[in-house]
T-cell receptor, first 115, second 111 residues
């Protein structure tokens, strides 16, 4: 079945540690996104990639980094510079960039907590 | 500033009853509006998409309406089921294909 796979489902970070969240899609979508979801807030865009080997900062990119070396993969690294990383992280993809006729398909998220 | 406001914030209804969720937006220019359903601990799933020229669109027991003049949308759920318990998120696409997300309405359906 086509879809987006995020792993791990739960992740714990120690002080000063970088952690990487995995996102893989087999939908042959060009565009991929990372969002952060906090209680009582709408999804906020961290980074997006319109095509392989290209990515752009979203609204809250500080303390995060990404890479897009393969079309199928868009990993997100939460660095030690992100002082409040506890949140639910969602990866999404779409056939083309943005919110046009092509809906964004979401993975089932990774919940990151601080130890 | 582009904003999407949803109401109510949370709602509890009995199984079999109908309900209507509201979405007001100030996004301009407007491209389209989507409703997503997000089950607890899962990612959102698209229910409907509404463009400027569409007033009503149905997906099974879900019916979305759009009034582009007043910048309001609603999602009506008919004959609710326990599986409808979820967060419903309104998302508006504006200029540059930029998405603005609402904070969601948390719906709980009880026996």
């Amino acid at each position: 079945d086509g879809g987006i796979t995020q792993s791990p489902k739960y992740l714990f970070r120690k002080e000063g540690q970088n952690v990487t969240l995995s996102c893989e899609q087999n939908l042959n979508h060009d565009a991929m996104y990372w969002y952060r979801q906090d209680p009582g807030q709408g999804l906020r865009l961290i980074y997006y990639s319109q095509i392989v080997n290209d990515f752009q900062k979203g609204d809250i990119a500080e303390g995060y980094s990404v890479s897009r070396e393969k079309k199928e993969s868009f990993p997100l690294t939460v660095t030690s510079a992100q002082k409040n990383p506890t949140a639910f992280y969602l990866c999404a993809s779409s056939l083309v960039f943005g919110g046009g006729a092509s809906a964004q398909h979401f993975g089932d998220g990774t919940r990151l907590s601080i130890l | 500033k582009n904003q999407v406001e949803q109401s109510p914030q949370s709602l509890i209804i009995l199984e079999g009853k109908n309900c209507t969720l509201q979405c007001n937006y100030t996004v301009s220019p407007f491209s389209n509006l989507r409703w997503y359903k997000q089950d607890t601990g899962r990612g959102p799933v698209s229910l409907t998409i509404m463009t400027f020229s569409e007033n009503t669109k149905s997906n099974g027991r879900y019916t979305a309406t759009l009034d582009a003049d007043t910048k309001q949308s609603s999602l009506h759920i008919t004959a609710s089921q326990l599986s409808d318990s979820a967060s419903y998120i309104c998302v508006v696409t504006g200029g540059g294909n930029k998405l603005t997300f609402g904070t969601g309405t948390q719906l709980k359906v009880e026996l």
